[in-house]
C-alpha cells in the first residue's frame, strides 16, 4: 500500500508563473490535507478536502491559491502569480473515511516551492 | 502564544542520554499527537494520545498529557543518533477529520 505520493518534490518557478502541486491520498483514504513550512518554523494548514468538496480552507489566503480534489485523479494545490513569499514546503495528508481513526493523519513527501 | 508550542526550541544531547520534549497548547483537544521531520522530508506519525489518556508508551517513546495544564511531553529513552530530527506536536480539537495545528518544534540533535 503506498503512502501519500506528492509531485513534483522540487518546483522553481519565475515570480508571476503558476505553480500547480499534486497529491495522491493513501488508497482508500478520502481526507486531503494541505499544509504549509516555511523554514524553521512548524506546519500551517491551509485546506481540508474531500473528493469534489472543499470542506475548510480557513487557512488559505484569500488570493491566488486554490485547491481541489476531484472525482478522478489527484488533489491539485494551485498558486497564480507567484511571489517570494510563497517559497515554502507544501505538505500534503490524508486520512481514512469514518470515525475511530481518531484523525491520525499520514504525511507525504512535501513539495518544495522555490521563486525566483 | 501559538496553539502548540514545543519547548525548548533545540536540543543537544549524547547517544544514549534521554530526550525530552515539551508542548504546551490553549485550547481544548480531543488528543494531541507527536511527529518527526527528518531534515528536508515529510513527517512520520510517532503516537496519539487522547484526551482521557494521561500517559502512552510506543517503543523508546513515552508520552505524556495533562489536559489541565494544557501540556505533553515526549520522552524518547537511550537516545541514537538516528533520532536526530525535529519533533513537533500537533493538536486535534474534534477527533474526526479536521485540520491538526502544529506547534513549532522542537530540534533534537544526538551525538555519538
Redesign the interface.
Known sequence: NAGVMQNPRHLVRRRGQEARLRCSPMKGHSHVYWYRQLPEEGLKFMVYLQKENIIDESGMPKERFSAEFPKEGPSILRIQQVVRGDSAAYFCASSPPGIGNYNEQFFGPGTRLTVL | SQQ?EEDPQALSIQEGENATMNCSYKTSI??L?W?RQNS??????LI?I?SNEREKHSGRLRVTLDTSKKSSSLLITASRAADTASY?C?T?V????????????TRLQVTL
Open positions: 502548540g480531543n488528543n499527537q511527529y528536508g522530508r515529510g513527517l512520520v506519525h496519539l487522547r513537533f500537533a486535534d474534534t477527533g474526526t477529520a479536521s485540520k491538526l495545528t502544529f506547534g513549532t518544534g
